[in-house]
C-alpha cells in the first residue's frame, strides 16, 4: 500500500481509548488523547513518540505561529469549537487540553460532552517523505508495516461518532459477532435516545442526532435478519436507565409511528423559501433550515421530534416573517421551514396527537 504524501489526511485510532479524559463544565475545559503511540492502526500505521514533536513547536498553543493547531468539529475547518491550551507528547501518545468556546458548534460541542456523545477524537495531518519507512514483516497478512516518526499536524478533532463504524454492518458483525455489534448499536441508540429527550443544543444538533438514530435503526434492521441474531441477548446496563425502550419488543421502536399529509402551500412556500434563498447566494438560514426545506419539497415524513421542532422553530421565527421584505433572511428562513401553512398544520397535528394520547 503506497502513501499518499502531499495531501491532507484523516487518522482515528479505532478500538483505542481516544476518549475524554476530563471535563470541567465551569472552565469549558476538556482533556484527550488525540493518538497514540507505538499502536498499529488500520492503515498499517504506527506512530512513534516524537511524531509531533515539530509541530507542536512550530504550530502549539505556546509557539507564536498566527497558524496555531486548530480544535474542530468533523475535521470542518468551518467548525471551530475551540482552542487547544495544551498539546504534549507523553508515553502513551498525544495528549491535549482545550477550550471550548462560545460558538452555537462549541455549544452543541459541550452538550455532546456532556452527555457522552462525543466520545473518539482524531487528527487531520500530512505524512513527511523522509519520516515514514515500511518495516517488512512475513507474517503479517500486509507483509509489513508502516513506522512513522514524523507528521505534519493541522489539527485536532471532536469526533461524535467513529467513521464509518456501521456502514457495512453485516460484514462487521461477521468478523465481530453479530452479539456484540448489536450491543454497540443498541447502546448508542439509547444514549442518543436520552439526549434527545434533555433536547439540549441547537435544532442541528438534535437533526444530526436524529438522522444518526435512523442510520442505527436500518443497522440493527440490518442484523436481525441475521440466522444468528439473538434479540434476546441485547442487554446492557445502559438498557434500564433508557425511557421508553421496551427490548422485548424491538421491533416497535423501529417502526415508530411518522406523520406526513401537510399542505401543498406548506410544500410552495418551501420551495419558495429556496428560490429566494438562492437569490441573495443563499446566505440566509442554516444548514437544518435548508435541509428542511429540502424534506419539505420531497414530501418527506416528520417523526415525532422532527414536527415538535417545526412547530417551535415556526412559532418563534413568525415574529420576523415579512410578506412585504422577501430578501429579509427572516422571511426566507420562516418559509424554508414551510411557511404560516406550516405552522398552522403542526400546530394542528400536534394538537391531534395529544388529543389521542
Request: charged share 30%; aromatic share 10%; with cysteine.
Amino acid at each position: 500500500m503506497d502513501k499518499i504524501f502531499n495531501s491532507y489526511q484523516m487518522k482515528t485510532h479505532e478500538n483505542l481509548d481516544l476518549s475524554i479524559k476530563d471535563i470541567d463544565q465551569g472552565s469549558r475545559k476538556v482533556s484527550m488523547y488525540l493518538s497514540r503511540f507505538d499502536v498499529m492502526d488500520s492503515d498499517n500505521d504506527i506512530i512513534r513518540k516524537g511524531a509531533f514533536k515539530k509541530s507542536i513547536q512550530e504550530r502549539g498553543p505556546m509557539s507564536s505561529s498566527n497558524r496555531k493547531i486548530a480544535f474542530l468539529r468533523y475535521h470542518n475547518w468551518e467548525m471551530p469549537i475551540g482552542k487547544f491550551l495544551e498539546l504534549n507528547e507523553d508515553d502513551s501518545g498525544l495528549y491535549a487540553v482545550a477550550q471550548l468556546g462560545t460558538s452555537t458548534d462549541a455549544m452543541n460541542a459541550l452538550a455532546d460532552y456532556e452527555e457522552g456523545i462525543i466520545k473518539e477524537h482524531s487528527i487531520g495531518f500530512r505524512y513527511v517523505k523522509d519520516k515514514i519507512k515500511f518495516i517488512e514483516d512475513d507474517s503479517m497478512d500486509s507483509k509489513g508495516f508502516y513506522e512513522v516518526s514524523e507528521v505534519q499536524l493541522f489539527e485536532g478533532s471532536a469526533v461524535t461518532f467513529g467513521a464509518n463504524e456501521f456502514t457495512n454492518v453485516i460484514e462487521v458483525a461477521k468478523s465481530q459477532g453479530v452479539q456484540d455489534i448489536a450491543l454497540k448499536i443498541h447502546d448508542e441508540i439509547n444514549m442518543i435516545t436520552k439526549s434527545l429527550a434533555n433536547g439540549k443544543g441547537t435544532d442541528e444538533r438534535l437533526y444530526n442526532m436524529e438522522m444518526r438514530l435512523k442510520f442505527l435503526n436500518a443497522r440493527m434492521l440490518d442484523l436481525t435478519k441475521m440466522e444468528s441474531f439473538d434479540k434476546s441477548s441485547i442487554k446492557s446496563e445502559s438498557s434500564a436507565d433508557a425511557p421508553g425502550f421496551d427490548w422485548s419488543k424491538v421491533g416497535s421502536f423501529y417502526h415508530k409511528e411518522t406523520y406526513k399529509g401537510y399542505p401543498q402551500s406548506a410544500i410552495n412556500n418551501a420551495k419558495k423559501g429556496i428560490r429566494l434563498n438562492e437569490e441573495v447566494g443563499n446566505k440566509c438560514a442554516t444548514n437544518i433550515g435548508k435541509q428542511r426545506a429540502r424534506d419539505i419539497v420531497a414530501n418527506r415524513a416528520f417523526s415525532l421530534e422532527t414536527l415538535n421542532r417545526v412547530y417551535s422553530y415556526l412559532s418563534r421565527a413568525k415574529e420576523y416573517y415579512d410578506p412585504n421584505d422577501e430578501k429579509a433572511c427572516g422571511t426566507i428562513s420562516y418559509l424554508l421551514w414551510g411557511g404560516e401553512s406550516m405552522r398552522v398544520w403542526s400546530e394542528k397535528k400536534l394538537a391531534e396527537i395529544n388529543n389521542n394520547n
